[in-house]
């Protein structure tokens, strides 16, 4: 069998299935981790594009190494920048400087030995505080692309993740609003950090409002409810502008929830889709590795 011929029949044992119900994501099956090709990937791609949430489900869990070798496929990861580096380094560190919401997270957050590119999340024994609508790390300046968390172990019913997606929501904005708030940027703070009453500075983080995807160039609303104002406007104003953006969006943008089964790995575009959850339940089984993911 030529190498193109190989290639054809790993890429042809990949099925594609919408998620029923959702109105954006995708289910794919048969793909076997470590044995991936170009045209696999390719094709994966596309569906991230197309579909913007790929689930893996019904499949054996990658190993660490796996899924890193997979998700550099789609670009390099964020374990492999400087700033992950850093960011990195201060999760394996347990006696450099923390917030105290990372001191008190210590022993429900486990990074992987060998710093390859998973952590690994349970609640404690007294639930986990909700996560209010975000994307990930858009406190920081690097963008971080690609998005991923798998189930390693849920009991049925735990709290779902919800996404939603801000491609659409942008879509649907009036055009003379687009053109108005069109060049606005956003400041964000590392909610890790010191707040700016206690630590005073503009921001750790700032990006376009309304943010093109690196590599497509869609657009996307990139405020979530953790951005603290619109650059250049006065507080009332950002406040006031900020509130509309969010009416408009929870009625216009498309949102599914996800009810999580083990073994359940997602990727997703983390520019145009938004996700939160509900605060998690004391002592309920709800354990997660996040994937440091992909970096612009
Ligand atoms: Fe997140």
Known sequence: MGALEKEQSLAAQLRFTPIPGAPFGVEVNGLEWGRHDAESI???TIALRRHLL???????SPSEQELDTFLRCFGRLVLDTEDGKFHYRKHLDQTGPASELMK???????????????????PS?????????HTDQAHKPQLKIISVLEAMDFEPGA????????????EMLPRDLRSELEFRQLAFYDPRLPGPDEQPRLGDAMHPLFIPHPQTGRRSIYANDSVDRIIGLDRAESDRI????????????PHFTHQWRTGDLVIWDNI????????VPPKQRRRLRQHGGVAE
């Open 159 to 170: 709290v779902p993740t919800i996404f939603r997606d801000m491609y659409t929501a942008y």
């Open 42 to 44: 390719r094709l994966l």
């Open 242 to 253: 900020l509130k509309m953006l969010r009416e408009h969006t929870d009625r216009n943008a």
């Open 272 to 279: 145009g889709i938004h996700h939160r959850r509900d605060a």
């Open 54 to 60: 790929i689930l893996f489900r019904g499949q054996p």
């Open 104 to 122: 008190e997270n210590r022993h429900n957050i486990q990074r992987a030995a060998d710093n390859t590119g998973s952590t690994y999340y349970a």
């Open 125 to 133: 024994e007294y639930g986990a505080s909700e996560l209010i609508w």
